[in-house]
């Protein structure tokens, strides 16, 4: 990632255990964490994190992984609890100078493949999703137990807690879509799934610290772009740099109901256009390739995460990144 000119990396939160398995993951041997009684959402936690990428030269900038929230979004006894823990993780972040915190509403499971591994050009492997397939599994919770509007209220709730503190750390909070975008999944309500939902998740705060994560593989596939009402690109024009402190660089193809992730230059988004429309608002937050292909020699441990894929993606995204805001050596 250095030899391709990356300086900056998004990270999770990786606490007491994690840590040695973080470590080797970028190469390091004979080092023994010395916190691992220490939460993974706290300051000496996150510190150290922040250490070990520096250590290989990146400023870690945006973590998109948070304290335990579920009984948060389920409205349920012990969220205050939970939310002191995520406020404990924005003042962390704030003191350690990283900007952006990732988070998800989606309750009980998080992002959902049914295959990790399939062919796509030149035999590279993809992840894709059939909702019929997924929805056979076993129930998340059992159906009408959660309502939407419960957990639209959560999120204010949640938001109207946190929100205060973000803007006195400096950090910036970006609620990422629903993936897939839909809108029940195994009894569980999925609130952000539409472009729509979005606008009103914005309503809830007007505050430049309550923000998206504008994940493309997933808004691409909304109701709203899908059916041809908007673009990828106007979205983004219509709500502005700043409210969007983190981009998802990735594309599908197909719908909610049957889709498979791709190469960059090979979805169904005009990735040309919405590389302009972020030009043209001003976005200069975060951005990473998120999802990429498994290619040849790679072992598909990691689904989605390998190498050479980001490389190729981040190559595409470093093209586009000139072609649209102009190559650094020619800017003002």
């Not at 409205?75 to 915190?101: C, H, K, N, S, T």
């Not at 493949?113 to 019929?132: C, Q, S």
């Not at 539409?194 to 994560?213: K, N």
């Not at 598909?300 to 650094?328: C, K, S, T, V, W």
Request: charged letters at 25%; hydrophobic letters at 40%; a negative charge.
């Amino acid at each position: 990632m250095k030899q391709a000119g990356v300086n900056h990396a998004v990270g999770i939160l990786n606490g007491g255990e994690h840590d040695q398995t973080m470590f080797q993951s970028v190469g390091g041997a004979g080092w023994e964490p010395d916190h691992r009684d220490e939460a993974p959402w706290s300051l000496p936690a996150i510190k150290h994190d922040k250490e070990v990428f520096a250590q290989w030269g990146f400023d870690l900038v945006a973590i998109e992984d948070t304290a335990p929230i579920d009984k948060i979004r389920l409205g349920l006894e012990g969220r205050d609890q939970q939310i002191d823990q995520v406020i404990e993780q924005i003042r962390a972040m704030g003191a350690l100078g990283i900007e952006v915190l990732s988070y998800n509403w989606m309750a009980c499971s998080s992002w959902a493949r049914t295959d990790i591994a399939i062919p796509d050009r030149g035999g590279a492997l993809v992840t894709g999703y059939v909702r019929e397939v997924a929805q056979a599994g076993p129930q998340l919770r059992a159906e009408g137990e959660t309502s939407p509007e419960s957990m639209w209220e959560a999120l204010e709730y949640f938001l109207q807690a946190v929100v205060p503190e973000a803007e006195r750390a400096g950090v910036k909070l970006a609620l990422h879509p629903d993936d897939p975008p839909q809108f029940i999944d195994r009894g569980v309500p999925r609130i952000m799934s539409s472009v729509a939902a979005f606008e009103r998740a914005l309503r809830l705060s007007d505050s430049d610290s309550h923000g998206i994560t504008f994940c493309q593989g997933n808004f691409a596939l909304m109701d709203e772009i899908l059916s041809g009402a908007t673009t990828m690109a106007d979205v983004i024009r219509g709500i502005g740099a700043s409210r969007i402190p983190f981009v998802h660089f990735r594309d599908i193809r197909g719908t909610v109901e049957k889709f498979q992730e791709t190469f960059h230059d090979d979805g169904q988004t005009d990735m040309a256009a919405c590389f302009q429309a972020y030009s043209d608002i001003g976005f200069d937050g975060v951005m990473r390739p998120d999802h990429v292909p498994t290619l040849e020699g790679e072992s598909n441990e990691r689904p989605g995460y390998h190498m050479l894929g980001r490389l190729f993606a981040i190559g595409y995204i470093r093209g586009l990144e000139h072609a649209a805001y102009g190559h650094p050596a020619s800017r003002a």
